[in-house]
């Protein structure tokens, strides 16, 4: 897309940036990517991915000087090229507009990084096109009708078309002659001739409507081979590289290359015995990486690449079975009765079906999936229809429907197009790594070349002006440059990494990426995932609170074991309003719905004789007492009918209405019922007033402070027909109704999570929960493992999305204090003043949803940067939006750690500077870290060992190059008198002195205790001390002749123990006290540091204006009583006495 003139050029203002979830941080995209440049071409133009394109084509004069010139160099030059492709296009080909250009550069933009890819431009003509191989492939199946009878497979008469079909930006289909493409980190562009642009190809996610994609009926075989040609075939694969040419490629590595130059030369120069280790050493660590690097392709190859066999639509209502591969999108696909392993994304059509998600969303709760409505009013978004869409590497386990109907759905993305591509692309397409150490290494390195450069001409000059023979000053010189940049720097460097790398071993933590151990040691914030990784798999059913009437008033009765409640509304509440289903003999279904359930005693069955038998049509699912007693012997039947009821229609659960609820009836029963389960803030007002107990607050209170997830019960007597109930929406039942109780869990924490957070904040580490899970489950178990403290305030921020002609709005809830945030929330307008003290603005915490995260991220980058500073709980989260979360965090300055064990937390674990999986399964892939131990002990033993390894890197770094320095310049000065080191000399200062003490030194092990709050140091280069400091301690040796040469020796002796001491006083008095903790945080400036954060914090600290906050009216009008007592006892004693709401607020 060409760049519009500047006076036309659309403003980059917050409303009108379009942002979506992959790829850079929002805020380097406003410094680079949302900038057009005049003249420049664009793919993917103002979205994350936007990258320059340039054109190129073949000049084959400037390819003859090039290869010349290669020739003359001895191929040194073609080595240069490999190192920097972009140099090689522009040698060899001349600059030309994109629409005659045989290869293109194309240019990404990544905070300070800039990445390039060279791609060739390939073209399919429709007349070269040849159909014969699509035809063996596609009509190779099984072809059966719709009453199942296998149809003989014969040679039509085929009439092959004359063009292609070229898929549009708008999702529609385009005939055409030919087609430009080429290919970029999986990606599929597509050059259009009427905007002289190039696009990228999607799937049908994009210009349908409900009734458009219900129109899909099939594809003959031709259609779907003319779509093949452009999509490709619907596999995610991962190249896996020949070991020989892996090996041949990392040995072309620029550090390889050095070693060799270095070998040969002092071969050469008959320095046999040094040069041998380091071939030796060289070889066994270029093919110990080479092994390592073709394992992590094979492991992601092997859990990534997945096929099926999948039965499609063809024309007259035909089904064949093919590969899964073939798809594309626009086929059409019966999913079996028994379930299958999604292979593409598609949109349901027709039927039900049960299907987990964990890969997605980390949540292995079977979500039930319906099919999309045909009307042309309706137009699909994935976000808005998630309910209606299948995505890849999610497992379909049952499907069902109605009477003769079959399950289908329609393709619309494949390959790396779908969901799982995506995760895919972001593993092998990961942010380039922003580490000072690393960047000062190189640094160094090019001053130490530099210094290397000045002695190579110096050498040459003067050993020229003596006379001394060419081959000489050639060893001569070049061996200078092999001292000051010593090659065995980078291997023992490496040694401090491959210690603690064992050491963490030993504990259970494996790494596939060492580099990220020296990022590990210098972490400051870590986010969490919350099901599997601080709590348990499930919740813990606590107990039940019953309503008890006395005459007009309600009160809550003491908590009680549901197996103990009577046979009333109570009980058939909890064993009816759940979406529990049976697959494979067993209960599956949220685990919140099974504890409850399983609390009752109560047994639910689904009709049929197996489970197979249940496809066939939707029957009510009927639950009854496991007792016997109830069972009532068949002579009682049809005066006394058993206790049974039975499911007839269920409204699922739904986070924005925060409630399901489900319509059924008892055996023998007239009427119906319906049960209503949701937060109590919400079943309070839809139950009738009289009817909610008088303490109600209070108790709910005394729960929530616990940290308890407290749900409400209520029901109401439904007077209507069967098919009115199978057709009432839940707007005209949920009301009017009679409140029950309430229902009270806990979500138990793994025991290592509290000590371990503590552990962090004590360290001063900042730590986020960042979850799919909902908002209350998340602010429930962060306060109780410590992530939130227990009187720290929590500030929810909802932000909703421009409609039309009404602008994006944001506004923020106060919760009280120690409840989650389902307790007292209210939307305030922005602008009005804060009712908070000074010591409650030191502390407030940030929480948001995922829908509300992805309206700030695109419209209020200024409160981004706030939320992500004081964010404590990112809820619902989508995977996208945790990997975007981890690199705003970044930006900011952060060195963030990610922990997590879903295949959803895949592109955050990637982004992560130092991802930390749990898992075995996908997310061990992608992280660069794996605990055998499923809990987060390991997060602080990870830092520990980083920390370590840091530290040693950076001795051993400070260690070679101080000695390498000294030999310089010793071996200078010895060049001057035409001398040298002797052949066992240079071996024993190489590898007894330098490369033995190296190793040693890097064989130091990490502290033991706790991690402390002083961060390490993670920069080399530092201001050099005046001359006049370096000349006062300058030593000056007395003649050997004089008497007072032995008492010398003596005072040297004294002089070094008194060093230690005062090297001691020195470290932990001037520099670690008065230096580091009193003098860095006055006069370090914070506006100019790269750790954007801590400027941020400070502002947020001096700000008495934001967030607007005030108590709500509703709380300061009514002053509701508190039972004192029983808040204290709850709290341990810790809560001093009150009498009101507002003033149990206050006293925390």
């Given amino acids: ?121 390939s073209e399919i003509n429709a007349n070269s096109v040849r159909y014969e191989h699509e035809y063996s492939v596609l009509r190779s199946g099984t072809r059966t009708n719709r009453e199942g009878e296998e149809i003989g497979q014969q040679m039509d008469n085929l009439n092959l078309p004359s063009t292609l079909a070229i898929p549009t930006p708008n999702g529609d289909i385009k005939e055409m002659d030919k087609a430009r493409i080429f290919t970029c980190k999986k990606n599929v562009y597509i050059w259009d001739a009427e905007t002289e642009s190039f696009y990228r190809l999607r799937g049908l996610d994009v210009g349908q409507t409900g009734e458009s994609l219900h129109q899909h009926r099939g594809m003959s075989w031709i259609e779907q081979a003319r779509r093949r040609l452009i999509y490709g075939e619907n596999s995610i694969k991962v190249r896996i590289t020949p070991i020989l040419h892996l090996l041949f490629l990392e040995a072309l590595n620029p550090f390889y290359i050095f070693q060799l130059f270095s070998v040969i030369l002092w071969f050469s120069d008959e ?12 070889v066994v660590s270029l093919m110990s990486e080479v092994y390592q690097m073709h394992r992590n392709q094979v492991t992601l190859s092997e859990t990534i690449q997945s096929a099926d066999s999948v039965q499609v639509l063809r024309e007259e209502d035909q089904v064949e079975t093919i590969a899964s591969e073939h798809l594309v999108p626009g086929d059409v696909v019966l999913l079996p009765p028994q379930g299958c392993m999604m292979q593409f994304d598609a949109v349901l059509l027709q039927g039900n079906c049960i299907v987990n998600e964990s890969m997605l969303t980390g949540e292995s709760v079977p979500v039930t999936k319906t099919a999309i409505v045909d009307r042309p009013d309706v137009k699909y978004n994935e976000n808005e229809h998630g309910r209606h869409t299948l995505f890849c590497g999610t497992k379909v386990i049952q499907t069902r429907y109605y009477g003769g109907e079959r399950v289908m759905a329609v393709v619309i993305r494949s390959g790396f197009l779908t969901s799982k591509g995506g995760l895919v692309r972001s593993i092998m397409y990961p942010p380039p790594v922003d580490f000072k150490f690393q960047q000062d290494s190189y640094k160094f390195i090019g001053v130490l070349a530099g210094i290397a450069s000045i002695g190579f001409i110096y050498t040459v000059v003067t050993k020229k002006l003596r006379g001394v023979s060419v081959r000489d000053i050639a060893l001569d010189s070049f061996d200078l440059i092999t001292i000051v940049i010593p090659p065995a720097l980078p291997m023992a460097m490496t040694v401090g990494i491959l210690h603690a790398l064992q050491r963490l071993k030993v504990k259970k933590i494996y790494c596939i990426s060492p ?9 400051n914030c870590i986010c969490f995932d919350k099901t599997g990784t601080l709590t348990e798999d499930g919740l813990d059913m606590k107990g039940v609170v019953g309503v008890e009437v006395e005459e007009t008033n309600h009160r809550l009765v003491d908590m009680s074991d549901p197996a103990t409640l009577p046979h009333d509304h109570l009980l058939y ?37 197996d489970d197979t038998k249940k496809y066939d049509m939707m029957m009510p699912s009927v639950v009854r007492p496991s007792a016997p007693d109830v069972v009532k012997s068949n002579e009682n039947v049809e005066t006394e009918p058993p206790l049974e009821l039975g499911i007839l229609r269920q409204f699922p659960f739904s986070s924005r209405l925060q409630r399901m609820s489900v319509i059924t009836r008892r055996l023998g029963a007239t009427n119906f019922e319906l049960y209503c389960k949701g937060s109590p803030e919400m079943i309070k007002s839809l139950s009738l007033p009289e009817t909610v107990p008088d303490d109600f607050k209070e108790r709910l209170l005394q729960y929530t402070v616990q940290g ?6 209520a029901w109401r007597p439904l007077r209507l027909s069967y098919l009115k109930a199978q057709r009432i929406s839940r707007d005209e039942v949920e009301c009017e109704l009679e409140f029950l109780g309430l229902l009270v869990l806990e979500n138990r924490l793994k025991p290592q999570t509290s000590p371990v957070i503590s552990q962090l904040h004590s360290a001063s580490i900042k730590t986020i929960m960042v979850t799919g899970d909902n908002m209350l489950t998340a602010l429930s178990v962060a306060r109780e493992c410590g992530l939130v403290g227990p009187r720290q305030p929590v500030i929810s921020i909802q932000a909703i999305p421009p409609d039309q002609d009404c602008p994006p709005t944001l506004t923020y809830h106060a919760t009280s204090t120690n409840t989650p945030a389902s307790m007292f929330t209210q939307p305030i307008d922005n602008g009005v003043a804060i009712d908070m003290d000074g010591a409650t603005r030191q502390k407030y915490c940030f929480a948001i949803e995922g829908r509300s995260w992805a309206t700030v991220y695109q419209y209020f980058p200024e409160v981004l940067q706030k939320l992500l500073v004081r964010g404590a709980i990112f809820a619902r989260m989508s995977p996208e939006q ?51 131990r499923a809990n987060i002990s390991c997060v602080p033993e990870l830092i520990t060992e980083g920390r370590c390894a840091l530290v040693t890197s950076f001795g051993i770094f400070k260690y070679m190059a101080a000695y390498s320095l000294t030999q310089f310049v010793s071996i200078m000065i010895l060049y001057s008198i035409d001398s040298n080191l002797t052949d066992l000399q240079f071996l024993w200062i190489d590898l007894f002195l330098i490369t033995i003490f190296a190793i040693f030194f890097g064989h130091t092990k990490s502290y033991k205790g706790s991690l402390i709050v002083t961060a390490v140091v993670s920069a080399i280069i530092t201001i050099a001390p005046p001359e006049f400091i370096i000349s006062s301690f300058e030593l000056v040796l007395p003649p050997d002749d004089d008497p007072q040469a032995n008492f010398f020796r003596w005072q040297i002796l004294l002089l070094s123990a008194l060093y230690s001491v005062l090297a001691i006083l020195v470290e932990f008095v001037i520099i670690d006290y008065l230096f580091y903790q009193k003098c860095k945080t006055k006069f370090h400036n914070i506006d100019k540091s790269k750790k954007k954060y801590l400027a941020i914090e400070r502002d947020l600290k001096q700000d008495e204006t934001w967030p607007p906050l005030t108590p709500s009216e509703n709380e300061m009008a009514s002053e509701l009583p508190l039972n004192a007592q029983k808040l204290s006892n709850t709290a341990n004693g810790h809560l001093p006495t009150i009498t009101t709401v507002t003033q149990f607020h206050s006293s925390l």
Avoid at 271 to 282: D, G, Q, W
């Fill in 1 to 121: 897309m060409k760049n519009s003139p500047p006076d036309t050029m659309p403003e980059t203002s917050p409303t009108s940036n379009k942002h979506s979830s992959k790829g850079t941080s929002k805020r380097e995209r406003e410094g680079a990517a949302n900038i057009f440049r005049p003249g420049v071409n664009y793919i993917n133009p103002s979205e994350d991915e936007q990258a320059e394109i340039y054109g190129f084509k073949r000049s084959m004069v400037r390819t003859g000087i090039t290869w010349a010139l290669i020739v003359a160099t001895a191929g040194l030059l073609r080595l240069f090229f490999h190192w920097l492709p972009e140099y090689m296009l522009r040698a060899t080909h001349s600059p030309c507009p994109l629409f005659c250009a045989s290869k293109v550069l194309v240019v990404e933009y990544f905070k300070k990084f800039k990445r390039t890819f060279v791609k060739n431009i």
């Fill in 271 to 282: 320095y046999i015995y040094y040069a041998t280790v380091i071939v030796v050493t060289s």
């Fill in 515 to 523: 580099r990220s151990i020296n990022i590990s040691g210098v972490l």
């Fill in 573 to 609: 509440s909890m064993a009816t309003c759940h979406a529990i289903t049976i697959i494979n003999n067993e209960q599956v279904g949220d685990p919140l719905d099974l504890k409850m359930f399983e609390s009752t005693g109560w047994t639910l069955d689904e009709p049929g004789l």
């Fill in 708 to 713: 308890y997830r407290v749900l409400a019960l």
């Fill in 882 to 932: 945790k990997q975007q979360l981890v690199l705003e965090l970044e930006a900011l300055g952060y060195y963030v750690g990610m922990c997590g064990d879903g295949a959803n937390d895949c592109g955050a674990l990637k982004a992560a500077n130092a991802g930390i999986s749990l898992s075995e399964a996908e997310a061990s892939v992608a992280s660069s870290f794996t605990s055998k």
